[in-house]
């Protein structure tokens, strides 16, 4: 019996076991289950494995359950019963992708934070998540536009946190349906467009849109929520902000005043165009409000009253006879012609005035710049000769001539018309104030001019051999000098068309000696005025000469160099401004002695155009040589040099 109840016993063991297997698989059935999924060990790690920059998570440690019934052991994580039931990620410097899909998996995941954070990037699709109540995404850098059913179907949301993000286009409609909504924050985005008509009129506890870019009414429901939660959007509209019609009222009175200011601008923008077309226009075609040369001739005549007899020139507006009358004579081929009243037109300057005539200088239409002399008295000469004399000054050509371009004859006016020589007169280069743009003439500078005007008087002898005075009123101001310092005569071969008495009273050639002496010039005369004139080069003096009606041996310059001389006060001589090599003072007394031969009072003891053009050929034309001054090593005792000259 005993074995048999041993047995019964035996027998009924395994079911026992059997039973009790069964009930641990049965236990361990939800356990095996829920592993078949992840756990949320794995769900985290894999979550967090597409994160960046994250070290705050560093204590999300596999072998440490997450959660321990409401305490969180990992950093951020928030459970409650063992559960996860939030996540909390805030102020962690995360970047990343939040990887939604696997918190899909978190049965109990209610909250989601992962405010000031540095995500980029799209909103999450957190409508995954459909059983949230709240999303915080605010301070971070999520921008785009949100879907606008990104939020449909989460029927239990109530805290929507974006503030502070990049998020643009309009709010999604979805938020305005959310049945529980409680909080919203949208602002500090860029939301455009209206404001959805959101429904939860009692509900809604907090709702801030400011600091948008929204437009157009408020939606009545929202109407008695405090105006700070809808400030910062310029175009919004209606209570509890000012009324629509106001505000387009005003919207209007803005469009119309940037419409008034843009005409402005644009008026203004014509007007400054216009006026430098204007400027343009007005510096290559004189206006009338610029002088023209007919002004100048006018204000000229008007201020010399006794000198000058009225203006004779042909009206612009008069009588076409008259017109015709007044033709300008073009004696070379080479120039563009123009007429006289382009001439008159012409906006001019008054270079000089002085008994002999004024000078203008003239720009016409084109660009061509020009000198007109205006002479006074030339009344003598009948037409034809005039115009012979003029012709014959048309043939004559050498580079260091200034060539006459054109004339004008009336009765009682005549104009000569040459080129305009751009670096002045060698009086205002010698006599003229000196700074670092316009130094004093160095000694190969003084040695070029020289020679030039040596060459331009021996060519006029040559040309017009017939005539007493080739140049008959040489002196520093009607040598010009063109743009490499070459002189240019002046005012030359005048003798045979100006009347006779102001010859007398104005001309260089009636200040010399042998007029002073015998009333007579001579085929030397030019000479002596030549002779002057390198005297006053190389001494730097402005000569008497000029200034006196007739020659006056006490102011001769010639006279004075002289009296250095014997006076044995030679370093008083040179221009001390010359520069130049040392080893040029031996030239420079050369010159002077030249010079003075040129002067001398008695005519036949003076050179003649052959031998002073011969001697001053054979000075060697060189550069200059730093700051060397030849005339200041000139002593005293090279005197001695000129003695007897
Ligand atoms: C944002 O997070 C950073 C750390 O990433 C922290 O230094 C800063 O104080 C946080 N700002 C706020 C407003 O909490
Ligand atoms: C709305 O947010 C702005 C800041 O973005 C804040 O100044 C304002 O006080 C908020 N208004 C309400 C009602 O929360």
Same mark, same amino acid.
């Given at each position: ?100 899909? $696997? /918190?899909?998996? =978190?049965?109990? +995941?209610?909250? *989601?934070?992962?405010?000031? !954070?540095? @995500?980029? &990037?799209?909103? %999450? ?48 409609? $979805? /938020?305005?349906? =959310?049945?529980? +909504?409680?909080? *919203?924050?949208?602002?500090? !985005?860029? @939301?455009? &467009?209206?404001? %959805? ?48 019609? $106001? ?399």
């Amino acid at each position: 019996m005993v074995k048999g109840a041993r047995l019964g016993s035996l027998t009924r063991a395994p079911s026992l076991t059997t039973l009790i297997f069964s009930l641990v698989v049965m236990l361990s059935c939800p356990v095996m289950s829920s592993s078949f999924g992840a756990s949320d060990t794995e769900i985290l790690l894999k979550f967090k494995g597409s994160l960046q920059h994250s070290n705050a998570l560093n204590n999300w440690d596999p072998n440490v359950e997450p959660c321990e019934r409401n305490r969180g052991n990992w950093a951020g994580v928030i459970c409650l019963n063992g559960n996860v039931r939030g996540l909390q990620l805030e102020n962690m410097g995360l970047m990343g992708t939040i990887d939604v899909d $696997s /918190l899909v998996s =978190l049965r109990y +995941l209610r909250t *989601l934070s992962f405010m000031n !954070n540095t @995500f980029t &990037g799209t909103m %999450p699709t957190i409508k995954k998540l459909s059983a949230l109540r709240s999303v915080y995404l605010s301070y971070n850098h999520f921008s785009g536009e949100i879907p606008d059913d990104a939020f449909a179907g989460m029927s239990l949301l109530k805290k929507v946190f974006l503030t502070n993000n990049e998020f643009t286009g309009k709010i999604p409609s $979805s /938020l305005a349906t =959310l049945p529980g +909504l409680l909080v *919203l924050r949208l602002d500090e !985005n860029k @939301f455009q &467009g209206h404001i %959805p008509n959101f429904q939860q009129r009692d509900s809604l506890k907090k709702f801030n849109v400011s600091n948008n870019n929204l437009e157009g009414p408020i939606p009545a429901s929202l109407s008695n929520l405090e105006t700070s939660s809808f400030s910062g959007n310029e175009y919004l509209c209606g209570p509890p902000l000012e009324s629509c019609e $106001s505000c387009s009222r005003r919207q209007l009175v803005l469009k119309i005043f940037i419409v008034v200011i843009m005409v402005v601008l644009f008026v203004a923008v014509v007007a400054a165009l216009c006026s430098i077309f204007y400027l343009r226009k007005q510096s290559s075609v004189p206006l009338d409000r610029r002088p023209t040369l007919r002004d100048q001739m006018i204000n000229v005549v008007a201020s010399y009253p006794n000198q000058a007899g009225e203006l004779k020139l042909p009206e612009s507006t008069g009588h076409r006879r008259k017109v015709e009358h007044g033709k300008l004579s073009f004696i070379r081929d080479d120039r563009d012609k123009f007429g006289l009243q382009d001439l008159l037109k012409s906006s001019a300057e008054v270079l000089g005035s002085a008994t002999f005539g004024s000078s203008y200088k003239a720009t016409i239409t084109g660009g061509q710049t020009l000198v007109v002399k205006r002479y006074r008295q030339m009344n003598n000469v009948g037409r034809e000769e005039f115009n012979e004399h003029m012709r014959r000054l048309g043939t004559l050509s050498h580079p260091n001539l200034l060539p006459l371009v054109a004339y004008y004859y009336r009765r009682e006016e005549k104009l000569l018309i040459s080129d305009f020589v751009e670096n002045g007169s060698l009086a205002s280069l010698l006599h003229g104030k000196h700074n670092e743009n316009q130094p004093p003439p160095d000694w190969p500078t003084r040695l070029r001019i020289i020679k030039g005007v040596a060459r331009g008087l021996a060519y006029l002898y040559d040309a017009i051999p017939s005539l007493t005075l080739p140049h008959g009123h040489l002196k520093s101001s009607n040598v010009l000098l063109d743009e490499s310092f070459e002189p240019l005569l002046a005012d030359y071969a005048l003798s045979p068309v100006i009347n006779p008495d102001l010859s007398r009273q104005t001309m260089m050639a009636y200040k010399s000696p042998e007029y002073a002496q015998h009333g007579s010039i001579t085929k030397k005369t030019d000479i002596w005025s030549f002779g002057v004139l390198i005297l006053e080069i190389l001494t730097g003096r402005f000569p008497e000469n000029y200034l006196t009606q007739v020659h006056d041996t006490d102011t001769d310059l010639a006279s004075w160099v002289n009296k250095m001389i014997t006076g044995k006060r030679m370093s008083e001589v040179f221009d001390l401004d010359i520069g130049g090599a040392k080893s040029s003072k031996g030239e420079l007394l050369k010159l002077l002695k030249i010079g003075l031969s040129c002067c001398e009072q008695e005519v036949e003891r003076r050179l003649d155009i052959k031998d002073v053009v011969e001697k001053i050929e054979e000075f060697k034309e060189e550069e200059s040589e730093g700051d060397n001054y030849a005339s200041s090593v000139v002593n005293d005792g090279d005197a001695n040099a000129l003695r007897g000259v």
